[in-house]
């Protein structure tokens, strides 16, 4: 088996949705400003009871049951969070559990929005070394938990959710070629500083960010690595069938489509009704135009994502 390849994929997200309008009654904000500088009119916001890994494992099934592979044959588990249950053990052994899946390796990788190419990139070096067989590679947040409710800049921007795949050892090209970057210089412009010490919570346990200062950042970096990625895998724009961001502003993915001369009808966006989910972003879009049957089996994709490190990457993959 020389590839992988994604054989399900599968989301969730939890019922209740908050509105723009309903936003603006907590805080000094308007539908019209957020609408015009991000693109997002509503998000999903987990119940008091949701844990991350309620939703990781909702999505999980759905992947599983699309692929056509029952817990049994999985044999590792990534969890893409930086929302975890708890500090430790990681998010991927609670699901672990909460699946039923007794013996397989089971890991969360930590890149906030990036977190899910970072998750694949590394399932596909598993499978392609031979260490495991079929992996679940889950991308799942609960971000409205480290929100401040009282900082416009910031709590009107996130949403809750999960997405997941099945990445199986195939003899047909899945994967084509991933690239992965970090530059830890700017680890300033967002975070979410706070850590446990001495029983307590010491600094801010709520997402920090520097918008105006991401935003250019994601806007080079992500048009940089696109164009990168392609060029390794000997690729033309010409030849991407679709383009799959991480859903953050609806401007940073429209000027990286413009740069990969892509129309916004190969782009999928979910952005508007989902908010930006950090690293679910990525895989509950890409569920979503599978079901809805945009996105089609032989088509070439482009999954990018970029974060909190700053950590940036993308996966190109033939479905
Ligand atoms: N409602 C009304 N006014 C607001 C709001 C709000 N929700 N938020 C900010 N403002 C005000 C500010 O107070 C400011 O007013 P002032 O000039 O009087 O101080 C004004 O609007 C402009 O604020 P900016 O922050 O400069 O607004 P900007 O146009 O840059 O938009 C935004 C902010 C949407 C956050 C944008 O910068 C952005 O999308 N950045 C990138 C985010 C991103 O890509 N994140 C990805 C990674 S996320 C992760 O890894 C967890």
Not at 162 to 169: D, E, I, N, Q, S
Request: charged share 20%; hydrophobic share 45%.
């Amino acid at each position: 088996m020389a590839y992988s390849r994604i054989l399900g994929t599968g989301s969730y997200l939890p019922e209740t949705v908050l509105t723009n309008a309903q936003l603006a009654e907590r805080v000094d904000t308007s539908d019209e400003w957020i609408v015009s500088r991000t693109g997002i009119h509503s998000r999903h916001v987990a119940a008091d009871n949701e844990l991350t890994s309620d939703l990781a494992v909702r999505a999980a099934r759905a992947a599983m049951q699309n692929a056509g592979v029952t817990p049994d044959e999985i044999d590792m588990i990534i969890v893409a969070t930086t929302t975890p249950d708890m500090q430790f053990p990681s998010t991927a052994c609670i699901v672990q559990e909460k699946l039923g899946i007794p013996n397989c390796a089971a890991f969360d990788v930590q890149a906030v929005c990036a977190g899910f190419v970072y998750a694949l990139a590394t399932a596909n070096g598993h499978i392609l070394s031979g260490v495991a067989n079929k992996v679940l590679v889950i991308g799942a947040e609960v971000m409205t938990r480290i929100l401040d409710w009282e900082d416009r800049r910031t709590c009107v921007l996130f949403g809750d959710g999960a997405g997941a795949v099945v990445l199986g050892a195939s003899d047909e090209p899945g994967l084509i070629r991933s690239k992965l970057a970090a530059d830890g210089r700017h680890q300033h412009i967002l975070n979410t500083p706070a850590q446990i010490a001495g029983g307590k919570i010491q600094g801010i346990p709520y997402l920090h960010m520097d918008g105006p200062a991401v935003f250019k950042f994601a806007v080079k970096a992500l048009s940089d690595i696109a164009t990168k990625t392609l060029a390794e895998a000997g690729l033309d724009k010409s030849e991407l069938d679709w383009l799959v961001p991480h859903q953050a502003n609806v401007r940073i993915i429209e000027s990286t489509a413009k740069h990969l001369g892509l129309p916004m009808e190969r782009v999928v966006v979910t952005l508007p009704e989902q908010g930006n989910t950090s690293a679910a972003s990525i895989p509950l879009a890409f569920d979503a135009a599978v079901r809805d049957g945009r996105i089609k089996r032989g088509q070439t994709v482009m999954l990018e994502g970029i974060g909190g490190g700053m950590t940036w990457g993308a996966v190109l993959l033939r479905f």
